[in-house]
């Protein structure tokens, strides 16, 4: 099928590809803070550096999630323009479409929608990804073999839990919940960005001072 140029790929192909690179390249990145502490001896080397738990924490946090926060998006963006000038030069003015997306786009991304718009949905963003990230950089705090691997297993397990329980309480036991229904069919997508960024806030400030208790343990040990 062929169609024009006024595709929608930045909504069905640019932001979901974005989405998920940037969280999983992002929780990968974070999992590997900490490397001082894979290993007894860089461990003993580490801790004999005249800084304080704070200063390392803060130091590996800016690099391993603030720094890559900032950077990814601006690295996407030109290596989306890059594949955007060379698909462009193969065909310039018509595109095959899959199932209604397009094969390939004309544009490079746009993160207008997300930056400019009204609704909070920037900063709900920004706040998920500190939350995300700050786990599996809190894991690589408290695991010293296969951080990354134990920590999804172990949020994977919690949340398995956690589901489970309001599925047998809300499910099984035939509990009536209309008030719960009733506050999230009134939500506004404002209110909605607002409760997310209030969780991942207080979820990010709970495993950052985690991490930063588990590496005042490992300075006592």
């Known amino acids: 099928m062929i169609v024009d140029s006024g595709s929608q790929w930045n909504r ?16 990968i990145f974070a999992g590997s803070s ?58 310039t003015n018509r595109v095959v479409a899959v199932n209604g997306v397009n094969s390939f786009p004309f544009h490079s991304i746009s993160f207008d929608h997300l930056i400019t718009g009204a609704d909070g949905l920037f900063w709900a963003f920004f706040g998920l990804s500190i939350a995300v990230f700050s786990l599996s950089f809190a894991g690589a705090a408290v695991f010293r073999k296969y951080p990354l691997v134990k920590t999804i297993v172990f949020v994977g397990g919690v949340l398995g839990v956690i589901g489970g329980y309001f599925v047998l309480i809300f499910e099984k036991f035939h509990l009536n919940h209309p008030w719960l229904e009733s506050i999230v069919d009134h ?7 607002a409760f997310m960024i209030t969780f991942a806030t207080l979820a990010s400030l709970v495993t950052l001072a985690y991490a930063y208790f588990k590496l005042k343990e490992k300075e006592a040990q």
Do not use: H
């Not at 069905?12 to 929780?27: C, E, K, N, Q, S």
């Not at 939500?187 to 960005?193: F, N, V």
């Open 187 to 193: 939500w506004s997508k404002e209110q909605g960005a």
């Open 34 to 91: 900490f490397p001082q502490f894979r290993n007894k001896e860089k461990t003993m080397m580490s801790l004999m550096t005249p800084v304080t738990s704070f200063e390392r924490l803060l130091y590996e946090f800016l690099e391993k999630v603030v720094v890559y926060i900032l950077l990814f998006p601006a690295l996407f963006y030109l290596m989306s323009s890059f594949a955007v000038v060379v698909r462009n030069v193969f065909q």
């Open 12 to 27: 069905d192909g640019w932001m979901p590809l974005f989405i998920g690179t940037y969280f999983v390249a992002g929780i």
